[in-house]
């Protein structure tokens, strides 16, 4: 018994381990799992296909509440309230330790700035880049 259950767990810690590779990197699927830290996105670049349903599973390992949000334009010097007009997608807040899962449909091919849009995330440093093919 102490043999299966050893199997098991072993089983278990590799499928985990497979199952937090795919879609993380940039690899243009339409699952990207991404971790929040202060203040970076892990990884920080993602290619998906033009107009699919994209699955975003975003995990906040920081120590303040972190958001993901796709720009239609690209902020300059600081994010304003006058940049909110160019969000195309935001995930909304994520609260410290917590997970959320989203969806979005992809947009029109292009390089999309990704951010944080919490005051002095994105001065920080925290964006990425959605490649849409």
Do not use: R
């Amino acid at each position: 018994m102490k043999k299966l259950l050893a199997a098991f767990g072993l089983i278990l810690v590799l499928s985990m381990a497979l199952a937090a590779c795919g879609g993380s990197s940039s690899s243009g699927g339409n699952t990207l799992n991404i971790t929040m830290t202060d203040f970076a996105f892990a990884p920080n670049t993602w290619s998906v296909a033009a107009g699919s349903t994209v699955t975003v599973t975003l995990k906040n390992n920081g120590a303040v509440q972190h958001n993901w949000t796709v720009m239609s334009k690209p902020v300059s010097g600081s994010y304003t309230t006058a940049d909110q007009a160019n969000v195309l997608f935001d995930s909304g807040l994520i609260d410290v330790g917590a997970s959320k899962t989203v969806t979005f449909t992809a947009p029109a091919a292009g390089t999309y700035q990704v951010v944080c849009t919490q005051s002095g995330h994105f001065e920080a440093g925290m964006t990425g880049t959605l490649t849409v093919k």
